[in-house]
Nanobody, 126 residues
């Protein structure tokens, strides 16, 4: 059973930066594709970024492309989300997700992932 724990959230002013981290345990980390999603109050959980097992393939949501960078360190069982030029509309709970090998479903939807962390709050003030 894979367990994911996010950290690094907090309060930041618009234009600032944060780096989120997610540590994985209980599985072979390099076997899993990883993703970040976010959920604002009263809204659905939406795709932010994804990365394949090796880190050679990344993809981003339209609203964060060019500002956020996803990366991973398989030796440390970690995935990261570097967030720059933050905007108030980036305020949300950010979730780390893992996708098992052979798991079906689109990468861009929550149902494409079978393991989730508990989330970390990011608040961007204007």
């Amino acid at each position: 059973q894979v367990q994911l724990v996010e950290s690094g959230g907090g309060l930041v002013q618009a234009g600032g930066s944060l780096r989120l981290s997610c540590v994985s345990s209980g599985g072979t980390f390099r076997d899993y594709a990883m993703g970040w999603f976010r959920q604002a109050p009263g809204s659905e959980r939406v795709f932010v970024a994804r990365i394949n097992w090796s880190g050679s393939v990344t993809d981003y949501g339209v609203s964060v492309k060019g500002r956020f960078t996803i990366s991973r360190d398989n030796a440390k069982n970690m995935v990261y989300l570097q967030m720059n030029s933050l905007k108030p509309e980036d305020t949300a709970v950010y979730f780390c997700a893992a996708r098992s090998p052979g798991y079906s479903g689109y990468y861009y939807y929550p149902r494409g992932y079978d393991y989730w962390g508990q989330g970390t709050q990011v608040t961007v003030s204007s």
